[in-house]
Protein backbone atom coordinates (compact mmCIF):
# COMPACT_ATOMS: atom_id res chain seq x y z
CA UNK A 1 0.00 0.00 0.00
CA UNK A 2 1.67 3.84 -0.93
CA UNK A 3 2.05 6.04 1.49
CA UNK A 4 -0.86 8.58 0.10
CA UNK A 5 -3.14 5.69 0.59
CA UNK A 6 -2.37 5.08 4.02
CA UNK A 7 -3.12 8.73 4.57
CA UNK A 8 -6.49 7.85 3.17
CA UNK A 9 -7.12 4.82 5.17
CA UNK A 10 -6.23 7.19 8.81
CA UNK A 11 -8.80 9.69 7.50
CA UNK A 12 -11.09 6.69 7.44
CA UNK A 13 -10.30 5.31 10.82
CA UNK A 14 -10.35 9.09 11.97
CA UNK A 15 -14.09 9.48 10.90
CA UNK A 16 -15.74 6.60 13.77
CA UNK A 17 -14.51 8.82 15.94
CA UNK A 18 -15.77 11.89 15.13
CA UNK A 19 -18.71 10.53 14.82
CA UNK A 20 -18.91 9.44 18.56
CA UNK A 21 -17.89 12.76 18.97
CA UNK A 22 -20.60 15.12 17.47
CA UNK A 23 -23.41 12.66 18.95
CA UNK A 24 -21.65 13.26 22.35
CA UNK A 25 -22.19 16.54 21.83
CA UNK A 26 -25.14 16.84 23.65
CA UNK A 27 -23.80 15.54 27.17
CA UNK A 28 -20.08 17.26 27.33
CA UNK A 29 -19.75 20.47 25.28
CA UNK A 30 -15.88 19.91 24.77
CA UNK A 31 -16.46 17.10 22.56
CA UNK A 32 -17.82 19.74 19.99
CA UNK A 33 -14.04 21.17 20.21
CA UNK A 34 -12.77 17.57 19.58
CA UNK A 35 -14.95 17.04 16.84
CA UNK A 36 -13.61 20.00 15.23
CA UNK A 37 -9.90 19.22 15.96
CA UNK A 38 -10.92 15.51 14.34
CA UNK A 39 -12.49 17.57 11.10
CA UNK A 40 -9.23 19.90 10.85
CA UNK A 41 -7.30 16.54 10.47
CA UNK A 42 -9.29 14.80 8.47
CA UNK A 43 -8.91 17.80 6.18
CA UNK A 44 -5.51 17.96 6.63
CA UNK A 45 -5.18 14.58 5.65
CA UNK A 46 -7.47 15.06 2.68
CA UNK A 47 -5.16 17.68 1.41
CA UNK A 48 -2.06 15.77 2.77
CA UNK A 49 -2.81 12.64 0.69
CA UNK A 50 -3.65 14.15 -2.78
CA UNK A 51 -0.47 16.30 -2.78
CA UNK A 52 1.45 13.12 -2.05
CA UNK A 53 -0.09 10.88 -4.29
CA UNK A 54 0.93 13.43 -7.24
CA UNK A 55 4.15 14.54 -6.11
CA UNK A 56 5.53 10.61 -5.86
CA UNK A 57 2.91 9.77 -8.51
CA UNK A 58 1.43 7.04 -5.93
CA UNK A 59 -2.10 7.50 -7.44
CA UNK A 60 -3.71 3.93 -7.74
CA UNK A 61 -7.06 2.48 -8.77
CA UNK A 62 -7.59 2.09 -4.32
CA UNK A 63 -6.25 5.18 -3.84
CA UNK A 64 -9.51 6.63 -6.48
CA UNK A 65 -11.60 4.58 -4.71
CA UNK A 66 -11.00 5.10 -0.96
CA UNK A 67 -10.38 9.21 -1.80
CA UNK A 68 -13.84 9.87 -2.74
CA UNK A 69 -15.24 7.14 -0.30
CA UNK A 70 -13.15 8.91 2.55
CA UNK A 71 -15.19 12.26 1.75
CA UNK A 72 -18.45 10.88 1.05
CA UNK A 73 -18.40 8.89 4.67
CA UNK A 74 -17.11 12.29 6.28
CA UNK A 75 -19.90 14.29 4.37
CA UNK A 76 -22.70 11.91 4.69
CA UNK A 77 -22.41 11.18 8.34
CA UNK A 78 -21.82 15.17 9.33
CA UNK A 79 -24.87 16.25 7.21
CA UNK A 80 -27.21 13.55 9.09
CA UNK A 81 -25.90 14.11 12.46
CA UNK A 82 -26.38 17.98 12.34
CA UNK A 83 -29.11 17.89 10.54
CA UNK A 84 -30.88 15.77 13.41
CA UNK A 85 -31.89 15.71 17.56
CA UNK A 86 -29.16 14.66 18.09
CA UNK A 87 -27.11 17.05 17.83
CA UNK A 88 -27.65 19.97 20.15
CA UNK A 89 -27.11 23.10 17.79
CA UNK A 90 -27.40 25.05 15.71
CA UNK A 91 -28.65 22.70 12.89
CA UNK A 92 -28.34 22.35 9.47
CA UNK A 93 -31.16 24.12 7.53
CA UNK A 94 -33.67 21.34 6.27
CA UNK A 95 -33.28 22.46 3.00
CA UNK A 96 -29.27 22.67 3.05
CA UNK A 97 -29.32 18.98 4.52
CA UNK A 98 -31.74 17.82 1.78
CA UNK A 99 -29.53 19.34 -0.81
CA UNK A 100 -26.17 17.94 0.45
CA UNK A 101 -27.83 14.44 0.40
CA UNK A 102 -29.62 14.57 -2.79
CA UNK A 103 -26.46 15.62 -4.34
CA UNK A 104 -24.13 12.53 -2.95
CA UNK A 105 -27.00 10.11 -3.28
CA UNK A 106 -26.76 10.97 -7.29
CA UNK A 107 -22.64 11.05 -7.60
CA UNK A 108 -22.73 7.71 -5.83
CA UNK A 109 -25.18 6.07 -8.24
CA UNK A 110 -23.65 8.08 -11.17
CA UNK A 111 -20.16 6.71 -10.36
CA UNK A 112 -21.06 2.98 -9.80
CA UNK A 113 -23.02 2.82 -13.29
CA UNK A 114 -20.14 4.64 -14.80
CA UNK A 115 -17.86 2.13 -13.00
CA UNK A 116 -19.72 -0.46 -14.23
CA UNK A 117 -20.06 0.68 -17.87
CA UNK A 118 -16.33 1.56 -17.91
CA UNK A 119 -16.92 5.46 -18.28
CA UNK A 120 -15.69 8.32 -16.00
CA UNK A 121 -16.46 11.67 -15.81
CA UNK A 122 -14.39 14.52 -17.01
CA UNK A 123 -11.89 16.95 -15.25
CA UNK A 124 -14.25 19.86 -14.71
CA UNK A 125 -17.05 18.96 -12.83
CA UNK A 126 -14.39 16.81 -10.61
CA UNK A 127 -12.78 20.27 -9.92
CA UNK A 128 -16.21 21.90 -8.79
CA UNK A 129 -16.81 18.58 -6.85
CA UNK A 130 -13.42 19.09 -4.85
CA UNK A 131 -14.25 23.04 -4.22
CA UNK A 132 -17.99 21.72 -3.27
CA UNK A 133 -16.52 19.08 -0.66
CA UNK A 134 -13.92 21.40 0.71
CA UNK A 135 -16.52 24.47 1.01
CA UNK A 136 -18.91 21.83 2.90
CA UNK A 137 -16.27 20.31 5.26
CA UNK A 138 -15.20 23.94 6.74
CA UNK A 139 -18.78 24.82 6.91
CA UNK A 140 -19.09 21.29 8.56
CA UNK A 141 -16.85 22.89 11.29
CA UNK A 142 -18.38 26.14 11.74
CA UNK A 143 -21.72 24.40 12.68
CA UNK A 144 -19.56 22.38 14.51
CA UNK A 145 -18.60 25.09 17.07
CA UNK A 146 -21.39 27.34 16.13
CA UNK A 147 -22.18 27.93 19.76
CA UNK A 148 -20.20 30.50 19.57
CA UNK A 149 -20.29 31.69 16.34
CA UNK A 150 -22.98 34.91 15.35
CA UNK A 151 -25.75 33.81 13.26
CA UNK A 152 -24.49 35.99 10.22
CA UNK A 153 -21.37 33.48 10.03
CA UNK A 154 -22.99 29.93 9.79
CA UNK A 155 -26.26 31.76 7.57
CA UNK A 156 -23.03 33.05 4.95
CA UNK A 157 -21.50 29.53 5.02
CA UNK A 158 -25.13 27.44 4.35
CA UNK A 159 -25.79 29.72 1.66
CA UNK A 160 -22.00 29.50 0.02
CA UNK A 161 -22.08 25.61 0.54
CA UNK A 162 -25.59 25.46 -0.90
CA UNK A 163 -24.51 27.31 -4.58
CA UNK A 164 -21.51 25.23 -4.48
CA UNK A 165 -23.69 21.89 -4.25
CA UNK A 166 -26.15 23.01 -6.27
CA UNK A 167 -23.53 23.97 -9.35
CA UNK A 168 -21.11 21.21 -8.80
CA UNK A 169 -24.95 19.11 -8.79
CA UNK A 170 -26.04 20.32 -11.48
CA UNK A 171 -22.60 20.22 -13.39
CA UNK A 172 -23.02 16.56 -12.93
CA UNK A 173 -25.83 16.18 -14.14
CA UNK A 174 -25.34 17.67 -17.38
CA UNK A 175 -21.81 15.43 -17.39
CA UNK A 176 -24.40 12.34 -16.95
CA UNK A 177 -26.91 13.97 -19.94
CA UNK A 178 -23.25 14.25 -21.98
CA UNK A 179 -22.10 10.55 -21.76
CA UNK A 180 -25.17 9.23 -22.18
CA UNK A 181 -26.10 11.29 -25.63
CA UNK A 182 -22.48 10.66 -27.13
CA UNK A 183 -23.08 6.90 -26.23
CA UNK A 184 -25.92 6.61 -27.68
CA UNK A 185 -24.97 8.22 -30.87
CA UNK A 186 -21.09 6.34 -31.13
CA UNK A 187 -19.57 2.99 -29.98
CA UNK A 188 -20.36 1.94 -25.97
CA UNK A 189 -17.23 1.21 -25.61
CA UNK A 190 -15.47 4.49 -26.22
CA UNK A 191 -13.68 5.51 -22.96
CA UNK A 192 -14.32 9.07 -21.58
CA UNK A 193 -11.61 11.25 -20.55
CA UNK A 194 -11.23 10.79 -16.60
CA UNK A 195 -10.60 11.73 -13.20
CA UNK A 196 -11.93 10.21 -10.06
CA UNK A 197 -15.46 11.76 -8.57
CA UNK A 198 -14.47 13.59 -5.19
Not at 65 to 81: R, T
Not at 142 to 156: D, H, S
Not at 159 to 188: C, E, H, V
Amino acid sequence: MTLANKVTLLRILLTPFLILCTLKAVDAEWCRYLAASILFLVGIGDIIDGYIAKKRNEVTVLGQFLDPAADKFVVISLCIILSSRFWPGPHLPFWLASLILCRELFIITGFLSMFLTNVQPSPWPCLLGRINNNAQQVMYGVVIVGNVMPNFVLTFFWWGTGFFSLISLLAYIWLGIDILSKRQRFNPSVRQRAQEVP
